[in-house]
């Protein structure tokens, strides 16, 4: 029996346009709550800007998926999302812990979107929005997830995109343990 599964877990058009909406924009500060790491936020962030704000998630969907014994399974699968608000709107956080910030106050020059086409020997096929970065006159800021099922977003600062899992660990992430060819297109799309 041929299964075949397709899942975009990407942004949709609209949310294109919000992300590349910043372009040109000051970005004066990035929110979110942290466990771990001041490099990981649980779940969503916000992105300050001069004229607006743009809440960022990365939550989970239940999908179907297919299990080792070629059987169709729900999974849950992990997806950015994001909504442009008023500065006025109050940032809320899904769980309610003390918010960081960073202050930043430069200029947003471009928008590049990491997205990932996953097609894996069992039949399944997936887009994978991996991660997002804002370049400004000086910084790289990335913000990426790692597994499908994360709903981490991980947040790197530098003077280039990084902190993104490499072609080759997501192949390796999704090969069931040798039992699947895996194939991976990697996008970098500027919006």
Same mark, same amino acid.
């Given at each position: ?33 942290? #466990? ?43 997806? #950015? ?8 709107? *109050? ?10 910030? #960073? ?7 471009? *928008? ?19 991660? #997002? ?59």
């Amino acid at each position: 029996m041929n299964i075949n599964v397709n899942v975009n877990a990407g942004f949709t058009e609209d949310m294109l346009k919000t992300l590349s909406s910043m372009k040109g924009k000051t970005l004066k500060a990035i929110s979110g709550v942290s #466990f771990h790491s001041l490099s990981e936020f649980y779940s969503d962030m916000r992105l300050t800007l001069g004229q607006f704000a743009i809440d960022v998630s990365c939550k989970s969907h239940v999908e179907p998926l297919i299990s080792y014994d070629n059987k169709i399974i729900n999974e849950e699968v992990s997806y #950015f999302s994001c909504m442009k608000k008023k500065l006025t709107d *109050v940032y809320a956080p899904s769980v309610h812990q003390k918010t960081v910030s #960073f202050l930043i106050n430069e200029p947003i020059s471009e *928008v590049v979107l990491v997205r990932d086409d996953v097609s894996v020997s069992n039949g399944e096929h997936y887009i994978i929005d991996r991660a #997002f970065t804002i370049k400004t006159t000086d910084k790289a800021y990335t913000f990426s997830r790692r597994e499908i099922i994360d709903e981490s977003i991980y947040f790197t600062s530098s003077n280039k995109i990084e902190g993104i899992q490499s072609v080759k660990e997501v192949k390796n992430s999704w090969d069931g343990e040798g039992r699947y060819s895996v194939d991976v297109n990697r996008q970098f799309i500027f919006l």
